[in-house]
């Protein structure tokens, strides 16, 4: 075979191997092939802290600007234009799907689960599309976009150490919804809507009231149907300690399969919220090395200043005291010695856990 030959037969089968890759991105970007879509929740900032060691939070964010926002889903259609809506659903079926209103081409969805699969339509007017899907990464924390909150997600979405995933959409947690020492809301009418479509049901306030930083609420903020408890727990200090008493109260709210799905908050959603979220993810099974990254993630907050490992460390060595084998066990363990019933710490792990 001369070299003309070689020469034509190379060009030929590079030919035949740049239409096979083009043929295959185009089948990807119109949705054919086997490989399912996955889409992101997170910013990018957001993703190089939860992808990198959490000991180098400090060069993703310090807690002086509001980061904890995750990015939308954006979804684009063809077959309808705008305004359209968009029908989304965890059903194949599409049943139970939640819809939202969209008047530009790329519709932009907020808080959504992670490692979910979602079916989703768009219709206009008698147009409507087929039923397409998409999933979203399976990287936690699943954080929230409440407008007028700052530091806000879900408590579920970790893993744990028996191989599942702390339930998502029952527990919640937050920076206030109301500014400290007033009844006047920060959360805004936007926020509310957020809420409501999370459905929750309780919010469970941990601002202190002698001194009036909740505002000496009577009822929540979020609405005359959402009950409002007040837990007030004290700041400074090791938390977990300071609040011993104030644990069994706490539980007591979360022990009743009423009151869920519901939020906690202190403040600024970190330090007393960050304890209480310790103690759930931790009797849970989620993994040390996470529950300093999640307790760490409220520097994404515009939380005023910045939170180092050293405060969560001290959650750690508090419960340690109580003896166990893994840190569930130490958890349960000081739970109990600090009055917490048994029957309350055995309703949080059946709702949150799948």
Known sequence: MNTESIKKKRNNAVKALIAAAVALLLCACSGGGNK?????????????YLNDAYTNFTKYAKGTEELSIPQPVGLKFKGVSAPYTVYIS???????AREYASDTETANIYNLKIDTKYYVRAASGDKKTDVTSFSTADTAPRNLYIDGVTNARDVGGWKTASGGRVKQGVMFRSGKFNADESTDKVITDKGLDAVKELGIKTEIDLRTTDDGESGNLTESPLGSDVRYVSVPLVSGGNIILLNKDKLKDLFAVLGKEENYPLVFHCSIGTDRT?????????????????????????????IGSMRTQSIIQTYMDTVDLAGGATLSEKIENYLVSVGVAAEDIAVVRRMMTD
Not at 90 to 96: I, R
Request: net charge negative; proline share 0%.
């Open 36 to 48: 399912e879509t996955v889409k992101d929740i997170h910013t990018q900032t957001q993703l190089n």
């Open 90 to 96: 965890e059903n194949e079926d599409m049943s139970g």
């Open 274 to 302: 960050g304890m209480v979220a310790f103690l759930i993810n931790g009797l849970l099974g989620v993994s040390e090395e996470d529950l300093f990254r999640d307790f760490l993630f409220s520097n994404f907050g515009y």
